[in-house]
T-cell receptor, first 113, second 113 residues
Framework: AQSVSQHNHHVILSEAASLELGCNYS??????LFWYVQYPGQHLQLLLK??????LVKGIKGFEAEFIKSKFSFNLRKPSVQWSDTAEYFC???????????FGAGTTVTVRA | DSGVTQTPKHLITATGQRVTLRCSPR?????VYWYQQSLDQGLQFLIQ???????AKGNILERFSAQQFPDLHSELNLSSLELGDSALYFC????????????FGQGTRLTVV
């Protein structure tokens, strides 16, 4: 079974700063990778996904993520954050015969105006 | 709106009681997933159904059970409730049984008193 690690528990930054959230997974086979965002009081929404092809994936709201197979990583980035990006961010993975979507512990991002 | 509907939105009940949470997946989706989100445990996968059959099982307690009906809606039954069962319970649905993105409902907030 795969596991997902998110390096940062809580990130605090100012508007216009760049954001990078780390995500590593343990499964060595073919994986599908996702980043979800949960705004305060809301449900999880998909930011972006990687199934195959170009390892640099662009998602909604200016987010992108890079799949680096050799590092088992799928880090999320945004060049310039806004106050409205304050949320919790979850990395998730499915792979091989493991049907379930496994989530990391989440990273809380607080953007100060 | 993700298209996944969960009812009720809020539920307050006493210890020892039994409750049923309901989820209607997006139109056409065959997979339903249940997750528990709490402050101390994060987002925990409970169980997945695909077209009426159980496909994957996570950290689901024996006091909890679920099923997916022929019309593809799903119910999560929680019995002999304990204070520690207080959490947000999310349902998600996806088109396939694996390797496809999942869409989340708004969640049911369960408070056990």
């Amino acid at each position: 079974a795969q596991s997902v690690s998110q390096h940062n528990h809580h990130v605090i930054l100012s508007e216009a700063a760049s954001l990078e959230l780390g995500c590593n997974y343990s499964y060595g086979g073919t994986v599908n990778l996702f980043w979800y965002v949960q705004y305060p009081g809301q449900h999880l929404q998909l930011l972006l996904k990687y199934f195959s092809g170009d390892p640099l994936v662009k998602g909604i709201k200016g987010f992108e993520a890079e799949f680096i197979k050799s590092k088992f990583s799928f880090n999320l980035r945004k060049p310039s954050v806004q106050w409205s990006d304050t949320a919790e961010y979850f990395c998730a993975v499915t792979g091989g015969n493991d049907y379930k979507l496994s989530f990391g512990a989440g990273t809380t991002v607080t953007v100060r105006a | 709106d993700s298209g996944v509907t969960q009812t009720p939105k809020h539920l307050i009940t006493a210890t020892g009681q039994r409750v049923t949470l309901r989820c209607s997946p997006r139109s056409g989706d065959l997979s339903v997933y249940w997750y528990q989100q709490s402050l101390d445990q994060g987002l925990q996968f409970l169980i997945q159904y695909y077209n009426g059959e159980e496909r994957a099982k996570g950290n689901i307690l024996e006091r909890f059970s679920a099923q997916q009906f022929p019309d593809l809606h799903s119910e999560l039954n929680l019995s002999s409730l304990e204070l520690g069962d207080s959490a947000l319970y999310f349902c998600a649905s996806s088109a396939g049984h694996m390797n496809t993105e999942a869409f989340f409902g708004q969640g049911t907030r369960l408070t056990v008193v």
